[in-house]
């Protein structure tokens, strides 16, 4: 376990608090004071959650705790009720999940379906018994319907079939934004799920088998340059349209989330703008310098063609991105090159 002391205060956002419907509005008092709580970041190492934990120390929380998966394996029942009783935070922040591309999903459906279950009802029903009193729990723009209506709105949840490439993870995730709702309303709990778009940023998962679409194509094309590769192939058609968050901006969203929204439904994170995979192959070889050719395997599965959030719910909360994403693919390159390096 892991406890970090208080980093360089930033300013708050200053915002006025709504939640997803009418019903949600809230005053405009903080719904916890951040920087007196307790706070235990699940997934603390991950890309998600290292991005919570320096927002969280930026913002002067003192008192922050983490785990790895080799101390406390959030599969455990019994050890995570034990390790909540014990540390009794007085929020969390749920990013450890089993996460991974689309062949990692195809592979292994019950890992993604199985851990992340386990997870999840793991650390809710622990935080619930340890009298948790603010929890945030991250979802994925991946478990709307594949043909939800574009941009995507929080209403979309379970409207329609969901993309099968996915679909054990989707439903785990699913059942966790339930599970969420489910203690709101049964036992009062002020605890709230976001709906993240793609992200991207220091810490992804940088593999062959295991790597999102932005760290493989970065991965590749940077290797390719390095290795000066004549030609490069892409899975897929090139035409899905795809929306990436950096994780600095997601980081920020979940403090605001804390500090502010209340509701039920949860809260759609993007950065507002979406481009083809195509386009984005041009962002990632103009960053690493790839100048040879790239063929679309068209034999390879396109995923959802459009996913695009609609974020007008957190917008109205104050929040916009603040990294652009030829900045963003630009330090994420620089990132993965000192990683590389020091292996
Ligand atoms: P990572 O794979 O980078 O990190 C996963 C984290 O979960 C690690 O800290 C890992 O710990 C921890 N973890 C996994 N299994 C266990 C376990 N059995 N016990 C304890 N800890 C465990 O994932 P991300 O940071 O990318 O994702 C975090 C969250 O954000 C997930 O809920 C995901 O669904 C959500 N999200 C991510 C998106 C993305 O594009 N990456 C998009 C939308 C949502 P350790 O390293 O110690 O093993």
């Known amino acids: 376990m892991v406890a970090a ?3 360089q205060d930033r300013p708050q956002d200053a915002a006025a608090p709504v939640g997803a419907d009418a019903g949600d509005q809230v005053d405009l008092v903080d ?5 007196a709580s307790r706070v235990y970041v699940a997934g603390h190492t991950g890309m998600v959650g290292s991005a919570v934990w320096r927002a969280l120390q930026a913002a002067g929380v003192g008192d922050l705790v983490g785990a790895t998966s080799a101390e406390l394996d959030l599969r455990d029942r019994s050890a995570t009720a034990a390790f909540l009783d014990r540390v009794r935070p007085d929020v969390v922040v749920l990013a450890a999940a089993r996460v991974g591309g ?3 999903n195809a592979a292994r459906p019950v890992d993604f379906l199985s851990d992340n279950l386990l997870i999840q009802t793991n650390v809710l029903d622990g935080a619930h018994a340890a009298d948790v009193h603010r929890l945030l729990f991250l979802g994925s723009s991946c478990i709307y319907p594949k043909m939800a209506p574009q941009p995507i ?3 979309a949840l379970l409207t329609g079939p969901l993309e099968p490439t996915n679909e054990a993870y989707a439903i785990a995730k699913i059942a966790g934004v339930k599970l969420v709702q489910a203690y709101r309303a049964q036992y009062g709990r002020s605890w709230v799920s976001a709906m993240p778009t793609n992200l991207y940023g220091p810490g ?3 593999d062959a088998e295991a790597s999102h679409v932005l760290p493989a194509l970065l991965m590749r094309l940077d290797d390719a340059a390095r290795q000066g590769t004549p030609e490069v192939t892409v899975w897929g058609s090139g035409t899905p349209r795809r929306e990436f968050l950096h994780v600095d901006d997601l980081a920020s969203a979940c403090l605001l989330l804390l500090r502010r929204y209340d509701g039920d439904a949860p809260v759609n994170v993007g950065y507002g703008d979406d ?3 195509a386009e984005l192959v041009d962002v990632v070889a103009h960053a690493t310098g790839y100048r040879g050719q790239l063929r679309w395997d068209t034999t390879r599965p396109d995923g959802t063609p459009r996913k695009l959030l609609d974020s007008s719910v957190l917008a109205a909360l104050g929040f916009s991105p603040s990294v652009d994403l030829r900045t963003g693919v630009a330090a994420t390159l620089a990132w993965y090159r000192a990683a590389r390096l020091d292996r």
Not at 31 to 35: N, P
Request: charged share 15%; glycine share 4%.
């Open 5 to 7: 002391a208080a980093g």
């Open 204 to 206: 992804d998962t940088f």
């Open 153 to 155: 709105v929080e209403s």
């Open 102 to 104: 689309i062949a990692a």
């Open 31 to 35: 719904l916890v004071d951040l920087a």
């Open 275 to 277: 481009l083809t995979i």
